[in-house]
Nanobody
């Protein structure tokens, strides 16, 4: 089964840092734009960031700009999300997914419709 495998989540204090990894399993991600998304308890899933297939284009939602950095290593078939200055409101399950129809971010991560290869997610909890 083709899907992403997310890892790197955990419990961190406010102001702390985590790096999430998103490894492709069963497919090659180098021709797809990839997005990170998150879902907090009782809330709808929201976009966090997107990176184009070659890594030259990155998009961040306003709430994480300046704190999160998305990157990818196509040779390792993996996408990363470096998260700094974490806040309690960043607490959520984080997922990544691929846009199989585009190498560019287009309207990602604001629209997750049509994204594919969703994984099980990794829990990030920011709390003192």
């Amino acid at each position: 089964q083709s899907q992403f495998v997310e890892s790197g989540g955990g419990l961190v204090q406010p102001g702390g840092s985590l790096t999430l990894s998103c490894a492709a399993s069963g497919f090659t991600l180098d021709v797809y734009a990839i997005g990170w998304f998150r879902q907090a308890p009782g809330k709808e899933r929201e976009g966090v960031s997107c990176i184009s297939s070659g890594g030259g284009e990155t998009v961040y939602v306003d709430s994480v700009k300046g704190r999160f950095t998305i990157s990818r290593d196509n040779a390792k078939n993996t996408v990363y999300l470096q998260m700094n200055s974490l806040k309690p409101e960043d607490t959520a399950v984080y997922y990544c997914a691929a846009d199989r129809r585009s190498t560019k971010c287009r309207n990602r991560p604001y629209d997750s419709n049509g994204m594919d290869y969703w994984g099980q997610g990794t829990q990030v909890t920011v709390s003192s």
